[in-house]
C-alpha cells in the first residue's frame, strides 16, 4: 500500500535498473528524515554511566567556566612572566626567592611580589602576581633560591591554563544531536553534571526467516545452516546502542509471518531481517512483505550484496495512522547482510536516533596504496574485504584478501578495513592509490 501523501519509494522506470550506492542513501535519507526521533520523542534524563552511546536531545550550555580558575600545566614554579622579557646582564639566568607552596585543591592565598616565586603542582590556582610557570627539570634550587637559566626558552604566560580555556560559562559545550562516546561523557562531568537529556533508544526488531536455520546450540542436520545473521546484526545494533527486540527465527509460513511483523511494526522504529528478498527466493516473506506495506526491492549495484528491501510497514489500529516502522531486508549471504547494514542500515539508524554529527554519519575515508591488483569492472560499487598496514611518514599500505566470497564470514572478521571501489572505477593495479573505510570507525 502506498499513502497518499508519500510518493513510491522507487519511480516505476527505475525499478527494473540496478541502482547505485549514492542514489539509494540519498533514498534512504529522504525516507527517514521524517521519521527521526529529533521532535517526536520525548527526551530522557540519564545518569551519566547511563548515557554513552546515546543522543543529546539539546543543545547543552556550559553552566561554568572550565577550567574554573588560572592553573599550572607542570609542576615547577610560579613567578611574573614579565622579567623573561629582560635578558639577564650576568649571563646566568633569572633567580627569584621561593615563598610558598600551591597544590591542586589548595590554592595560596598571599600576592607575589617582584624577585618571588612560588612552588606549584600541576592543576593547582595560579596565585595573584604569577603568569608563567617554569617548568622543574629546568630550574635549580638551593634553600629558597631558584635559578633559571638564560638558555631555558620561556616565555611569559608559559604552562598556564586560562579560566574557561577549554569552556566558557555560556558556551555550547556540545550540540543537539551529538552521540554522545567518552570524551563527551567526560565532559558532561567536567561541568559538573550528573544527568543529561538525551533522546530515546531506537527500537528495532530483528528476527530470521528460513527452514534451512539451526539456532547455535542445536544439533546439526543435513541441509542446515546455523543462523550467523541475526548474531552479527544483533552485535552491530548493540555496538549502536539501540533496544533490539529479537524475535528470533519465525516460521516461514505467511500467517505467522504477517502477525509476527504486524506486531513487530508496532512495537519498533525499525524492523530488520536478512534474506528471502531476492527474485528468485521460494519463501514467503517477500509476498508477505508486498502485501503489508509500501516496500520496495531494489537491487543495488554493489559487491558484496546486491538485494535490498526497503519500505514501510504501518502499526496495527488504532495505531496505524500515526505510526509507521522502517523496513530493512538485508541480503542472506553474512558478509552481504554486514556489509549492507554498515553502508545502509547504519547511517540511516544514526539518523532516526537524532545523531547530526558529520563524522557519525560519514565515517572517515583514508587514502592507502594497493599491495596487490584488485578486478574491478565500472558499473557497481565494492568493498573487498583488506588489511590494512599504517607505515609512521609515509602512505599506508593495504592488501586485499585473496578470497571475497560473501559467505565467507571469516574474511570479514580477520579483516580490518574496507577499500571502496567506487562506482565508475576499473581495475587497480598494485601500488595505485585506493580510498579505504576502517572497520573500527564502522563497527
Given amino acids: 500500500m502506498t499513502s497518499p501523501d508519500r510518493p513510491p519509494l522507487t519511480p516505476p522506470a527505475a525499478a527494473a535498473a540496478d541502482l547505485a550506492v549514492a542514489q539509494v542513501q540519498a533514498r534512504l535519507q529522504a525516507l527517514a528524515a521524517p521519521l527521526a526521533l529529533t521532535g517526536r520523542a520525548r527526551p530522557q534524563t540519564l545518569a551519566l554511566h547511563e548515557a554513552l552511546g546515546r543522543v543529546l536531545a539539546q543543545d547543552l550550555i556550559s553552566p561554568l567556566d572550565v577550567p574554573p580558575h588560572d592553573n599550572a600545566a607542570m609542576d615547577g614554579y610560579a613567578f611574573d612572566g614579565q622579567v623573561l622579557q629582560d635578558t639577564p646582564t650576568d649571563g646566568r639566568g633569572w633567580q627569584w626567592q621561593v615563598v610558598g607552596t600551591a597544590l591542586a585543591g589548595r590554592p595560596w592565598t598571599g600576592t607575589l611580589q617582584a624577585g618571588q616565586a612560588l612552588r606549584i603542582m600541576t592543576g593547582a590556582v595560579m596565585p595573584a602576581g604569577a603568569d608563567t610557570v617554569a617548568p622543574q627539570e629546568l630550574c635549580s634550587r638551593e634553600g629558597d633560591t631558584l635559578r633559571l637559566p638564560a638558555d631555558a626558552g620561556l616565555r611569559p604566560g608559559a604552562h598556564r591554563r586560562l579560566a574557561g580555556e577549554d569552556l566558557a560559562v555560556g558556551q555550547c559545550a556540545l550540540p543537539a544531536g551529538t552521540r554522545l562516546g567518552p570524551a563527551a561523557v567526560g565532559l558532561l562531568a567536567s561541568l559538573g553534571l550528573a544527568s543529561v537529556e538525551v533522546l530515546p533508544a531506537l527500537r528495532v526488531v530483528l528476527f530470521s526467516t528460513g527452514d534451512e536455520l539451526l539456532e547455535p546450540g542445536q544439533p546439526p542436520r543435513p541441509g542446515a545452516i546455523y543462523d550467523s545473521n541475526r548474531y552479527t546484526l544483533r552485535a552491530l545494533l548493540a555496538r549502536l546502542g539501540c533496544e533490539v527486540l529479537d524475535l528470533g527465527q519465525l516460521a516461514d509460513q505467511p500467517n505467522v509471518l504477517e502477525a509476527s511483523l504486524r506486531q513487530a511494526a508496532g512495537q519498533a522504529d525499525v ?18 512483505l508486498q502485501r503489508m506495506g509500501q516496500i520496495d526491492f531494489w537491487r543495488v549495484a554493489m559487491r558484496p550484496g546486491r538485494p535490498l528491501a526497503v519500505g514501510l510497514l504501518p502499526a496495527p489500529a488504532p495505531e496505524a495512522a500515526a505510526r509507521q516502522a522502517l523496513l530493512f531486508g538485508l541480503p542472506g549471504n553474512p558478509v552481504a547482510a554486514m556489509v549492507s547494514f554498515l553502508v545502509f542500515v547504519r547511517p540511516t539508524l544514526l539518523q532516526l536516533m537524532g545523531c547530526s ?18 578486478r574491478k569492472r565500472p558499473g557497481r560499487t565494492e568493498y573487498p574485504r583488506a588489511w590494512l598496514h599504517a607505515h609512521p611518514g609515509r602512505l ?27 562506482h565508475d572505477a576499473g581495475p587497480v593495479e598494485a601500488g595505485d592509490e585506493v580510498d579505504v573505510l576502517l572497520l573500527d570507525s564502522l563497527i
Fill in 271 to 288: 524492523i530488520i531481517t536478512s534474506g528471502g528478498v531476492s527474485q528468485g527466493d521460494a519463501d514467503h516473506l517477500r509476498s508477505v
Fill in 357 to 374: 554529527a558529520p563524522a557519525e554519519l560519514q565515517p572517515p575515508v583514508l587514502r592507502a596504496r594497493s599491495l596487490n591488483p584488485i
Fill in 396 to 422: 599506508p599500505e593495504v592488501q586485499v584478501a585473496a578470497e571475497q566470497g560473501s559467505g565467507l564470514l571469516s574474511g570479514m572478521q580477520a579483516a580490518n578495513a574496507l577499500v571502496l571501489l567506487p
